[in-house]
């Protein structure tokens, strides 16, 4: 048996974002038929903003499918965006690394080859070279 008196939680959603309130803050009790019985009160927290960001900048992920263009020798027809997969795109293990190249060259940066292998899409490679420019910077 629960038992609660005067309390509130209400639920308001945004796209995207759900966030909770609780109001009208009670002791609540429980009990299993008079056996055991558990107490808890509840108390109000200020609400905190989180931010995750984890796409990359429009302008690195058009810098990256050039660089994939470029290295894979594409046409302008065929179209490369950010959830290209480089094997869709018939590049192979050595055109990945030549990607890879490129990239470092362009940006400035180096990858190890641990995060080398992790990069299967155009997505992967620019969320990655943002996080190593932000690292170096």
Do not use: Y
């Not at 038992?3 to 939680?9: C, D, V």
């Not at 429980?30 to 960001?53: C, E």
């Amino acid at each position: 048996m629960a038992a609660s008196t005067g309390s509130l939680i209400s639920m308001q959603s945004r796209p995207g974002m759900a966030a909770s309130r609780v109001s009208g803050l009670k002791p609540v009790s429980l009990s299993n038929q008079g056996r055991n019985t558990l107490s808890f009160g509840l108390q109000s927290v200020p609400a905190r903003r989180l931010r995750v960001s984890c796409a990359a900048k429009p302008e690195t992920i058009d810098k990256v499918c050039e660089i994939v263009k470029k290295q894979l020798a594409l046409s302008d027809e065929i179209p490369v965006s950010g959830e290209s997969k480089f094997s869709t795109l018939g590049a192979d293990s050595l055109d990945t690394v030549e990607i890879v190249m490129g990239l470092e060259e362009a940006f400035g940066i180096s990858v190890e080859e641990e995060s080398a292998q992790s990069i299967a899409t155009v997505q992967d490679a620019a969320d990655l070279i943002e996080k190593l420019v932000e690292k170096k910077d």
